[in-house]
Each structure stands twice: as structure tokens, then as C-alpha cells.
T-cell receptor
Framework: GIQVEQSPPDLILQEGANSTLRCNFSDSVNNLQWFHQNPWGQLINLFYIPSGTKQNGRLSATTVATERYSLLYISSSQTTDSGVYFCAVGYSGGGADGLTFGKGTHLIIQP | NAGVTQTPKFRVLKTGQSMTLLCAQDMNHEYMYWYRQDPGMGLRLIHYSVGEGTTAKGEVPDGYNVSRLKKQNFLLGLESAAPSQTSVYFC??????????????FGSGTQLSVL
């Protein structure tokens, strides 16, 4: 099946810093989503972005489908940005419907 | 505005016991999913449903059964729990045409421990 690799696995930053999280995938996809899992375990959908660029406040995401990667940018980090960020992909040739998740980037924002 | 609701939130079982996790969504979504999350790993798909009365296996279906008798509900059953099924279980849903084309919404999770 499709492989999803996220980097870095862990990231510790000071409040106010900017960060870039990367997601590489091994095959063509027609669905890519970014999720934030907060410290209480809740999974929040940040972006549905199979291609192109989207922005939502301090967060933005870019997917270059032809090169099989996606980037999540967080600017002016706040402590509430802490948690795990997951990239998940879907493709029509998967055999089973649903998204394949990466292992996540664990982000800690220190005050 | 409930979205996706899972019950219970926590459960402790003894090996061999059975239980059912309930997922309910009020967004009129066609597709529903059960994932499990283990430490240091992403989420893995257990079973999914593309509509009322349908179910299908995901990546890790062994030891689990599911039912979708009503469009808004998706049940996950463990007939004989094993310690390897200790995990956090997430239900999710999306509009029709499959998650390959639609945004996914998650419930708050069920933490299950099997002793």
C-alpha cells in the first residue's frame, strides 16, 4: 500500500517561532488532509488539500501532487498549537476505502 | 451541533470479555469509519461503511466486527477482547463518494484497556 512519511518526528519551538512540517507519500493521491491532535486527544481537520495552497489564519498548507509531498506551515506559534500533526492520504487504487495516516509530527511550543 | 459522538469514552475489559462501541453522527454522512491509534503510530483503519447496511474491512480488521443498521450509527464490536486490542478507538465520517474525495470528521475517541 501507499507509504506516508512525516518529518520531523518531533519539534520543540519557542512561542512566536515559525515551523514547516513535511509529508511525503509514495504514490499518486486524490485526497490529502492535515489533522491536529490536541493534548486531549481530539482530532481536528485542518486542511483538505489534494493539490495547491490553502491558508487559514496562521496556518497554511501546500501540496505538490506531482512531486508527492505536502507542507504545513505554522507561523507565529502559540502554546495552543502544541500537539501531534498528522498527514493522511487517500487514493482510488487502495483496495480499501479510507485514509492512510503518517505517524505524525509531535510539536511542542514552549512559552 | 454534536457532529460525531462516541460512547463510551473509557472502558476497561478483562481478556475474553465482549463489548460494543457506538458511533453516532448527525451530519447525514454516508461514509463512516473505525480507526485505532496506538502509541507512536498513526491511525489504522479497522472497518468502514459506505452506506446503511454495508460494511467492509480495512487494514486491521481481525478480532472486530461492525454493523451499520442505521445511517447515523456505526457499531464496533469486540467479541473476545485481547490485550493487543488495548488502544484508542476513533470513529470518523464523511459525505458520500468516499474519504478519497471528502473531508473527514472525527469523534473524540474511546480509550480501551484490556487486562
Amino acid at each position: 500500500g501507499i507509504q506516508v512519511e512525516q518529518s520531523p518526528p518531533d519539534l520543540i519551538l519557542q512561542e512566536g517561532a515559525n515551523s514547516t512540517l513535511r509529508c511525503n507519500f509514495s504514490d499518486s493521491v486524490n485526497n490529502l488532509q492535515w489533522f491536529h491532535q490536541n493534548p486531549w486527544g481530539q482530532l481536528i481537520n485542518l486542511f483538505y488539500i489534494p493539490s495547491g495552497t490553502k491558508q487559514n489564519g496562521r496556518l497554511s498548507a501546500t501540496t505538490v501532487a506531482t512531486e508527492r509531498y505536502s507542507l504545513l506551515y505554522i507561523s507565529s506559534s502559540q502554546t495552543t498549537d502544541s500537539g501531534v500533526y498528522f498527514c493522511a492520504v487517500g487514493y482510488s487504487g487502495g483496495g480499501a476505502d479510507g485514509l492512510t495516516f503518517g505517524k505524525g509530527t509531535h510539536l511542542i511550543i514552549q512559552p | 451541533n454534536a457532529g460525531v459522538t462516541q460512547t463510551p469514552k473509557f472502558r476497561v475489559l478483562k481478556t475474553g470479555q465482549s463489548m460494543t462501541l457506538l458511533c453516532a453522527q448527525d451530519m447525514n454522512h454516508e461514509y463512516m469509519y473505525w480507526y485505532r491509534q496506538d502509541p507512536g503510530m498513526g491511525l489504522r483503519l479497522i472497518h468502514y461503511s459506505v452506506g446503511e447496511g454495508t460494511t467492509a474491512k480495512g487494514e486491521v480488521p481481525d478480532g472486530y466486527n461492525v454493523s451499520r443498521l442505521k445511517k447515523q450509527n456505526f457499531l464496533l464490536g469486540l467479541e473476545s477482547a485481547a490485550p493487543s486490542q488495548t488502544s484508542v478507538y476513533f470513529c470518523a465520517s464523511s459525505y458520500g463518494q468516499g474519504a478519497a474525495n471528502e473531508k473527514l470528521f472525527f469523534g473524540s475517541g474511546t480509550q480501551l484497556s484490556v487486562l
